[in-house]
């Protein structure tokens, strides 16, 4: 237990900052004041789960997503109770928007069981500044009042705006996502989960033009299988080499158990405990040549597709619905006509599309984040970027890091903020034990 008061403010309602909340809320400290603060209407949601389309199901089976670290199948016991899902149907891809359900439950309990104690308080409203203080922190709210606490925690999640092409390019359900012609050609930035979030959406409005779905590679996501992890030790995997030594190890493994009869995921599993162990050893040129040259590889076989959502995408791809794109994006006119060069050729493409949707996922450079609490903290000095910019810079304990290096005792945070110390940190089984961790840290 870390002495810093009792009072924490969790700046960020979504996914992450609930499951923050759960966690640091099992201290039976009566003292213990916690404060949740969230711009949007919900709780809960934040990006990932604030769709309403039934298709959008989360790319982890049910049983994996409970919040809490300690007890994993919460979250598939709360399907069952309410039979929306049979026990033996099989791993369950819920939709996103009942996992929101069930985090918005979650803190309805929480609510409802510190009512008397005080313990927790929720306001909604946007975040403008944190400042630390003599005794803590305050938080400026943009309504005109602050909240003053021991610490604060951001827990903001993922960026909301574009970062590839602002002003041409737009996130998928953003109040640019106006209605469309259904005929019409659409360009999609990026091959991954995202795209498969904007496939979906617009099958969902019954649009029936083109889609052209372009990334560095053109790689479409794995689809999971029921399978068996192997099991590792520590002892058993190369920490601290070189990029190239490590996944010689790691192809060679592959190739073992396939030989054994198994399958490629049972490694990519089994590896998972590891992952966040693996990434803090490395050296940071082999942290750099992983995110340039290996990463777009490993997401394919890491984060992957329901079946079901699998043979969707597939079967538009093969029908010529989607078109995948390995290239790049070289030029973008007024009315969008696009120039694309398609890998390993001098030779350009000109194509007519009616919208251009962002789904590249993580910014590269998070001092140019949209989220302008966290670039305030950045250009004020009391946050900076991860080495490679993915993030801010945090140590192992989830402690902001200044720009002159000094380790702050009153600024942490979690979830994907800190992918540049954690990585692995954008799913809800990595976050809950971050959380989790987090909580124990500082209360014990």
């Known amino acids: 237990m870390i002495g810093r008061g009792n009072s924490i403010i969790i700046v960020g309602g979504g996914a992450s900052g609930v499951v923050l909340a759960a966690h640091v809320l099992k201290s039976p400290n009566p003292d213990l004041r916690v404060t949740l603060i969230e711009k949007r209407p919900h709780f809960g949601q934040g990006m990932a789960y604030s769709t309403l389309l039934s298709a959008h199901v989360l790319n982890v089976r049910a049983s994996l997503m409970s919040a809490y670290a300690d007890d994993p199948e919460d979250f598939a016991r709360w399907v069952l109770e309410r039979d929306l899902a049979k026990p033996d149907q099989g791993p369950f891809y819920a939709p996103r928007s009942l996992y929101a359900r069930y985090l918005k439950e979650l803190l ?54 574009p970062g590839a092409f602002q002003g041409r390019a737009i996130r998928m359900g953003s109040d640019a996502d ?18 498969v979030d904007a496939f979906l959406s617009l099958e969902q409005r019954g649009h029936r033009g083109r889609i052209i779905a372009v990334s560095r590679r053109g790689l479409l996501p794995s689809p999971h299988r029921k399978g068996n ?40 599993d089994g590896l998972r405990p590891f992952n966040q162990t693996i990434w803090q050893n490395w050296p940071s040129s082999a942290k750099r040549r992983f995110v340039e ?21 597939t079967e538009a791809v ?6 995948l794109v390995a290239g790049r994006v ?77 380790v702050s005792s009153k ?3 979690v979830g994907p903020l800190t992918r540049g110390t954690f990585f692995e940190i954008d799913a809800i089984p990595d976050i809950r034990v971050q959380c989790a961790r987090l909580a124990k840290q500082l209360f014990g």
């Open 293 to 313: 040259h290996t990463k777009a590889w490993w997401d394919i076989h890491r984060h992957r597709m329901a079946p079901e959502v699998y043979e969707r995408v």
């Open 318 to 323: 093969g029908s010529g619905r989607i078109r």
């Open 229 to 268: 992890p192997i099991k590792l030790d520590v002892a058993d995997i190369p920490l601290g080499t070189q990029l190239s030594y490590f996944v010689g190890w790691f192809r060679n493994l592959i190739r073992e158990n396939q030989k054994a009869g198994g399958d490629w995921r049972d490694v990519v």
């Open 330 to 406: 070289v030029d973008i006119q007024p009315g969008f006509t696009v120039t694309i060069q398609p890998r390993g050729t001098q030779a350009l493409e000109t194509l007519d599309v009616a919208r251009i949707y962002d789904c590249m996922g993580i910014a590269r450079d998070i001092s140019t984040t949209s989220n302008g609490l966290v670039r305030s903290l950045v250009e004020r000095g009391l946050a900076r970027p991860d080495p490679l910019r993915l993030g801010l810079d945090v140590t192992a304990r989830c402690e902001l890091i200044a720009a002159d290096g000094t």
């Open 108 to 161: 309805d309990d929480l609510e409802e069981r510190e009512r008397e104690t005080g313990r927790l308080r929720l306001i909604r409203e946007e975040t403008l500044s944190i400042s630390p203080t003599a005794s803590g922190v305050e938080v400026a709210l943009a309504n005109g009042t602050s909240v003053v606490g021991h610490l604060a925690v951001l827990a903001t999640g993922h960026d909301e705006q």
């Open 178 to 195: 106006t209605a469309l012609d259904p005929e019409t050609p659409v360009l999609v930035l990026g091959t991954g989960l995202s795209m």
């Open 411 to 413: 600024l942490l945070a």
